[in-house]
């Protein structure tokens, strides 16, 4: 089992920045992979950006250059950093870990671009 903590979302004004945190605990040496995604109200839930245990990252077009994620492994924390924040980031933000096994959601933390 894998569990995932998210943290970090909240309110921010248009061209703001966030930091998302993602910890993972338990049979974290079976993490293979870790990303988030998001799900914006009546939409599906996409692909924001993966990496993978040697660093490969995949980042969805629409946050190349604006978004960073980076890992922290002796704390098996991922982070993603979030900079100028455009309105249609806003939506719920997902950690994701894949594991030989089967993969892992977090809870899911909100994140809101409004003026």
């Known amino acids: 089992q894998v569990q995932l903590v998210e943290s970090g979302g909240g309110l921010v004004q248009p061209g703001g920045s966030l930091r998302l945190s993602c910890a993972a605990s338990g049979s974290i040496f079976r993490i293979y992979a870790m990303g988030w995604y998001r799900q914006a109200p009546g939409k599906q839930r996409d692909l924001v950006v993966t990496i993978t245990s040697d660093g490969s990252t995949n980042y969805a077009d629409s946050v190349k250059g604006r978004f960073t994620i980076s890992r922290e492994n002796g704390k098996n924390t991922v982070y993603l950093q979030m900079n100028s924040l455009k309105l249609e980031d806003t939506a719920v933000y997902y950690c994701?870990?894949?594991?030989?096994?089967?993969?892992?959601w977090g809870q899911g933390t909100q994140v809101t671009v409004s003026s």
């Open positions: 994701k870990a894949d594991t030989t096994r089967r993969n892992y």
